[in-house]
């Protein structure tokens, strides 16, 4: 069965920090993948996703993440966090013959300011 | 445009007591799906719909859940003598076919007493 590790539970920063959640996950065969966010008392939003090509995806406020395949990761980064950056933040991945979504078990990020 | 949209958004109903949630899904999207958010177990897929017809039940948790979808549209789940490990936030998602990009209602915060 797939399953997603996101490393850190917790992460804490404070604004101009820069920012890297890991995000591994098992399965061989082809995958997409995904980032979600989920601000405070909102529901989940695409942040960026990975289909094929490019490893290094861009995604919406200056977010990036990088597929590393001999690694099964995707993990995300910013360079530099902002206050309004502070959410729930869900790594997720869909096999590529199947439909559904196999989420990590999210990281809280808080950025103080 | 319209993005998916839940009702109720919050139930809280009694121990034993049945429950229906709704999903009314991107307007042209064929795809919808259902998924749990809960404390301990983080997001659980439940459901799959594609069209009306459901190939993927994988993750319903017990014979008290089913779901049913009409119209190729509006979804609800309903919940049977529900039990307080039941509470949750169920959220709903559709995506268009072939793709995998699902966008996120939501949800509907279910609390059992």
């Known amino acids: 069965a797939q399953s997603v590790s996101q490393h850190n539970h917790h992460v804490i920063l404070s604004e101009a920090a820069s920012l890297e959640l890991g995000c591994n996950y098992s399965?061989?065969?082809?995958?997409?993948l995904f980032w979600y966010v989920q601000y405070p008392g909102q529901h989940l939003q695409l942040l960026l996703k990975?289909?094929?090509?490019?490893?290094l995806v861009k995604g919406i406020k200056g977010f990036e993440a990088e597929f590393i395949k001999s690694k099964f990761s995707f993990n995300l980064r910013k360079p530099s966090v902002q206050w309004s950056d502070t959410a729930e933040y869900f790594c997720?991945?869909?096999?590529?013959?199947?439909?559904?979504?196999?989420f990590g078990a999210g990281t809280i990020l808080r950025v103080k300011s | 445009g319209a993005g998916v949209s839940q009702s109720p958004s919050n139930k809280v109903t009694e121990k034993g007591k049945d429950v229906e949630l709704r999903c009314d899904p991107i307007s042209g999207h064929t795809a919808l799906y259902w998924y749990r958010q809960s404390l301990g177990q983080g997001l659980e897929f439940l459901i799959y719909?594609?069209?009306?017809?459901?190939?993927?039940k994988s993750g319903l948790p017990s014979d008290r859940f089913s779901a049913e979808r009409t119209g190729g549209s509006v979804s609800t789940l309903t919940i049977q003598r529900t039990q307080q490990e039941d509470s949750a936030v169920y959220l709903c998602a559709s995506s268009l076919s072939g793709t995998h990009e699902q966008y996120f209602g939501p949800g509907t915060r279910l609390t059992v007493t």
């Open positions: 990975y289909f094929s090509g490019d490893p």
């Open positions: 719909f594609q069209g009306n017809s459901a190939p993927d």
């Open positions: 399965y061989g065969g082809t995958v997409n």
């Open positions: 997720a991945v869909n096999a590529g013959d199947g439909n559904k979504l196999v």
